[in-house]
């Protein structure tokens, strides 16, 4: 595999501490070996792929599900569990002046019913994901930021509204309540996908990573360790935990970027009072460096930002640090609290800053759908039922065209990692003024 990263980032040290993991029984799956038929074979077990076996297999499709590590391992199961508006990096300006009008407002409508669709998907299989927070809130991080806020919208909020809604910290100039989407476990939203899969006959395989993607006379071959599947189509699903081989057409198509999040124990009424944070508001700030955070059902709390350029034990040490001093900073009364959980992963950036959900040019039969820029929880599970939709040759216009256009290449290649070192240069510089 030809992955971006040291190799240190795709191993368990980084995700042991995730607090996730300790509110689900973990399932052993079993390793594929062997030689296997399918319809569809799905190349990762996450948010998208699952969805998307989910659709397929309802339709009557034969589908195999396979996973370098295990359901939920990858960025699925280790997020913060915003299911919220996002998906795209690009700026709404910057979508319109692209693709027209008419395509931002297809892409706004999407980012809703990709919520909704989150929403059924647990109303129907009862899953209890500690479901909370009626919408989200961006808080301006500067002066000028929240002049920019109050630019686009007639309706923010001050300091002293704020302060009414339960919501305070330091460096807070303001904010804007976005009344769409909620807070949850990502891992059980992601258990109760996995289980429903399991129970509509999909076949799920862990520790069983592809290594080769080749065409037989009239199918194709998923490679593994032990095994391989023979199918008629291809999903790729694997996100920020891509390969660069997998297919060759996917090299530099792609940059995963590291993201850190830690969880405190949980806090009391008194705690919460002292600080002056007592709203269960999903919330965010308007650095480009963000941070995000909320305060979940059971009293803790939870805080991210991105996290560092390089991965290694000394270079996770540094951020979780680096992490601390920023929650410390931001929220002062709790600099005694004690973080019990912290961990860190890969989101996926695309070149155009938008998703990429389509075929693969040039393969037919391979589809991908990837690049959710830190928000996948609802889209890549939309996005997941859109793709599946395709590849049965069902209509699937819920997303715009845009996101169907082939991503271009980063610069550099395999040592397009550097640009992140340039871009939060810049950025860092950017979210001071």
């Given amino acids: 595999m030809r992955r971006v990263f040291e190799d240190y ?50 339709g009557g499709a034969s589908v195999i599900v396979v996973d370098a590590e295990s359901p939920g391992w990858g960025a699925s199961g280790r997020n913060g569990g915003f299911c919220c508006m996002g998906g795209a990096k690009a700026e709404d300006a910057t979508i319109a002046r692209h693709y027209g009008l008419e395509a931002l407002e297809a892409w706004d409508a999407a980012q ?65 309540r976005t009344p769409v989407g909620f807070g949850l476990n990502p891992r059980r939203y992601m258990d109760g996908l996995a289980r429903h899969a399991d129970s509509l006959g999909v076949s799920i395989y862990g520790q069983t990573p592809v290594t080769k993607l080749t065409k037989g006379a009239n199918r194709w071959h998923a490679h593994t360790p032990e095994g391989w599947v023979e199918a008629d189509t291809v999903l790729i699903a694997s996100n920020g935990y891509s390969s660069d081989d997998l297919p060759d057409w996917l090299t530099a198509r792609y940059l995963p970027a590291q993201s850190s999040v830690m969880v405190t124990r949980p806090l009391s009424e008194a705690e919460q009072h002292a600080q002056g944070w007592t709203s269960d508001l999903m919330a965010y700030d308007t650095r480009t460096l963000l941070h995000y955070f909320r305060l979940m059902p059971n009293g803790r709390f939870l805080f991210g930002m991105r996290g560092g350029l390089s991965s290694s034990p000394r270079a996770e040490t ?3 640090c680096l992490m601390r001093q920023h929650f410390d900073r931001m929220f002062p009364a709790w600099t005694s609290v004690e973080a019990t959980h912290m961990w860190s992963g890969l989101v996926c950036l ?57 991503p271009k290449r980063f610069p550099l290649n395999k040592n397009r990692r550097a640009l992140l070192r340039l871009a939060y240069l810049g950025y860092a510089v950017k979210d001071v003024i």
């Fill in 350 to 406: 695309m070149p155009s800053l938008v998703p990429f959900v389509g075929e693969v040019p040039d393969m037919t039969g391979v589809f991908a759908a990837m690049g959710w820029h830190g928000n996948g929880v609802a889209m890549g599970s939309y996005a997941g039922v859109q793709i599946a939709a395709r590849m049965a040759g069902r209509p699937s216009n819920g997303l715009p065209k845009f996101v169907s256009y082939p």
């Fill in 318 to 320: 540094a951020t979780r």
């Fill in 112 to 176: 809703v019913t990709a919520i909704d669709l989150v929403d059924q998907r647990i109303s129907d299989l009862a899953l209890d994901v500690e479901r909370h927070s009626d919408g989200e809130i961006v808080l301006a991080h500067s002066a000028r930021a929240m002049k920019r806020l109050a630019a686009e919208n007639q309706t923010v909020f001050n300091v002293e509204d704020l302060r009414a809604m339960g919501i305070a910290g330091h460096g807070f100039h303001g904010g804007m």
């Fill in 9 to 58: 980032a795709y191993t368990d040290a980084v995700r042991n501490g995730c607090y996730w993991d300790s509110t689900v029984a973990q399932r052993s799956w079993p390793v594929l070996r062997g030689t296997h038929q399918a319809d569809v074979v799905i190349i990762g077990a996450g948010f998208v792929g699952l969805n998307a076996a989910i659709e397929l297999a309802q």
